[in-house]
């Protein structure tokens, strides 16, 4: 019976056909696309339905606030509401000293001129927090497309300086693996306080027109690694 022609070449290459495996990488440092902040409205009230109506009122002022700013706002998002009781012991027993609500959102902004003075108005209201920012990159950014082809660009250079080292040429792509492109500031964002974390928080006695934060964007690095195998000429063990 004839061999098959079809049949694959073996996993580890030949004397007539070596193979050469490389791992390319490619690290950029790019501008964030995108900075989000985290809004937290709080109320107190001795009773719920005044607890609650303060917080619907600091909540809707907090919204229209943020929507003033127009296309410089991507995303908004409110993640949680709760209004729990407070109590207290009284004799043998207890009762409810007080209400506390409290309503998280989330802003996304592309607009960074517009983020230093949305952050301190919103601090500048009452019984809100700001926090943040935090900065990233979008999932579709070209920057990760651009990380990738360096990757790639990186490997055949690697792979071409080992057959030349042999005396040998690169002959053919065998296979190319992603491993994947990583944007280390992409992601939920960290715990308040940590690097690059910024908190406000409101005070009833505030200045008439509150300053504009300076607010210096964190600039993104963007991995991508990718595995090769090459085909290359039977090498020059001469010399």
């Known amino acids: 019976m004839n061999a098959d022609a079809s049949a694959p070449a073996p996993p580890h290459g030949t004397p007539e056909t070596p193979r050469v495996a490389v791992r390319g990488e490619a690290r950029l440092e790019v501008d964030p696309e995108i900075a989000r902040i985290g809004i937290a409205v709080s109320a107190r009230g001795t009773d719920r339905r005044t607890a609650l109506d303060d917080l619907t009122r600091r909540n809707a002022d907090v919204l229209a606030l943020i ?36 309503v998280h959102i989330t802003a996304e902004l592309t607009d960074f001129t517009s983020l230093g003075e949305l952050t301190t108005r919103l601090a500048d209201l009452d019984l809100t927090r700001v926090s943040g920012p935090w900065w990233a990159l979008r999932p579709d950014s070209p920057a990760h497309g651009e990380a990738r082809r360096q990757a790639v660009r990186d490997a055949v250079q690697r792979a071409r300086e080992y057959a030349e080292a042999l005396g040998a040429r690169l002959a053919a792509l065998v296979e190319l693996a992603d491993l994947g492109a990583e944007n280390t500031g992409y992601g939920p964002p960290p715990a308040p306080g940590g690097p690059r974390s910024r908190a406000a928080y409101a005070n009833t006695e505030t200045a008439e027109t509150a300053p504009v934060l300076d607010l210096e964007p964190q600039r993104q690095t963007v991995y991508a690694h990718v595995n090769a195998r090459f085909t290359m000429t039977p090498p020059d063990l001469g010399g």
Request: aromatic share 8%; no cysteine; net charge positive.
């Open 67 to 102: 929507k003033s700013y127009g296309d410089a706002v991507e995303k908004l998002e409110t993640g949680s509401f709760s209004i729990s009781p407070e109590l207290t012991r009284h004799g043998r027993g207890e009762r409810v000293r007080a209400y506390h609500g409290s």
